[in-house]
């Protein structure tokens, strides 16, 4: 038998941890002061929760109780005359007003932190890294794969990130109108780097982690109320188009399921109308840019009937677009995997070869699975063979690896 208030323990750490660490850093100041004190907060719940019963507003208390033991802890530091035992153990737990006061001040936390960590002081990779760290909770590991960089590479980077806010006195704020523009692009970066660690996980056994997809989808519309550029809809658009496919990605069991595989019916069609309307909207502005065009070519995906209704001219089209503005590997990756569909599997093996010839890619797990994938289906099993073992050493997802040795075991 599970026990209930470790039970409500849990449940407020996995829902409500990343809430009072953004509240705690904007009382505090200081991140890590406040990391500290969201440790402490959720320590003193497993001892005291048990006794005095989960409070009506978990995350009031945790926030409360945070902020008091950072500041007894700075005070003991300081040598200052330690609390009286009994007047601390009284205010534990007791919502603290100006914690507490300003429920759109709390609400906006969040929002704080994630231009904080996106200000354009910090270089780019470690503005991030650092939102992902801090505002999603992502290990170091999990950011690491993200980036396809060495874990203690990425771990340093947050670590100076954190030094130069501190240094550099960055504001715990959202910046005035006037300043958005610039900055919007860094934080729709993050928004979809964590929207794709929820979409299809990097590491663990599901496919998808719903917690941080649903949250990106979240930061996106906040963005939008406050923002309301092409760009933001067009991002919003993207993660709610492939949110809208969730429920029919994995089997009961948990195993993949690929985009030709999927029983269609099981789409959500909201989300689909809500998608492909802000696409509509973004490109009616004609001042759209990447995050646009992905999500107009899902919205293709997502409105043909059939796999084989797809318009794949359209969008090896609309990949051609996205090439020009951004060059990148795994864009041209995508693009031949459309390409292979409309033109052949040789056609598409030939684009991704000349990736890898480039040096391009060779450590991406998803490449090595796309080439298997048309060596596959041109007959060419002993190179398809070795290309899908390549593939499921790179790969850290248990449904993607079940998959890939599915795919090994029937060559």
């Not at 033991?69 to 530091?77: G, L, S, V």
């Not at 109108?177 to 929820?198: C, I, K, M, S, T």
Request: charged share 30%; with cysteine.
């Amino acid at each position: 038998m599970t026990d209930p208030v470790l039970d409500a323990v849990n449940t407020a750490y996995v829902s409500e941890s990343r809430r009072v660490l953004a509240t705690l850093i904007r009382l505090l100041g200081d991140f890590d002061a406040a990391e500290e004190a969201l440790s402490d907060a959720f320590r003193a719940a497993l001892e005291q929760w048990p006794r005095d019963g989960v409070p009506a507003n978990p995350r009031a208390w945790l926030v409360s109780t945070g902020r008091f033991k950072a500041i007894d802890a700075m005070r003991r530091r300081k040598k200052f005359d330690q609390l009286d035992e009994e007047s601390a153990a009284e205010t534990i737990g007791v919502v603290d007003e100006h914690a507490w006061a300003d429920e759109a001040s709390v609400e906006d936390d969040r929002l704080r932190l994630i231009f904080t960590c996106c200000h354009p002081a910090l270089a780019p990779d470690a503005q991030v890294a650092l939102t992902l760290r801090e505002v999603c909770g992502l290990a170091t590991e999990e950011i690491a794969r993200a980036f396809l960089t060495p874990a203690p590479t990425l771990a340093q980077r947050i670590v100076r990130a954190k030094a130069k806010i501190r240094d550099a006195n960055i504001p715990y704020d959202v910046p005035s109108r006037a300043e958005l523009p610039e900055r919007l692009n860094a934080v729709l970066r993050v928004v979809y780097l964590v929207f794709n660690e929820g979409y299809a996980a990097s590491a663990g056994a599901s496919v998808t982690r719903h917690d941080l997809s649903s949250e990106a989808i979240r930061l996106g519309r906040l963005l939008i109320d406050l923002l309301p550029e092409p760009e933001a809809m067009g991002l919003l658009a993207l993660m709610l188009l492939h949110e809208s496919r969730r429920g029919a990605r994995a089997t009961a069991e948990g195993d993949l399921i690929l985009l030709e595989d999927q029983d269609r019916a099981l789409w959500d069609r909201t989300l689909i109308a809500e998608g492909v309307g802000l696409v509509e909207q973004a490109l009616a502005t004609r001042r759209f840019g990447p995050y646009t065009i992905q999500a107009a070519i899902a919205a293709i995906h997502a409105e043909a009937p059939t796999p084989d209704a797809t318009d794949w001219n359209e969008v090896v089209g609309l990949y051609d677009v996205l090439l020009r503005m951004d060059g990148s590997p795994v864009i041209e990756l995508n693009r031949s995997v459309a390409l292979a569909m409309r033109d052949g599997a040789a056609a598409g093996l030939a684009s991704v070869d000349a990736i890898f010839a480039r040096g391009d890619l060779a450590e991406y797990r998803l490449a090595h699975a796309a080439r298997a994938d048309l060596l596959r289906r041109l007959g060419r099993n002993d190179e398809a063979r070795a290309a899908y073992e390549r593939a499921l050493t790179l790969t850290k997802q248990e449904p993607e690896r079940r998959f890939l040795q599915r795919r090994i075991g029937a060559l």
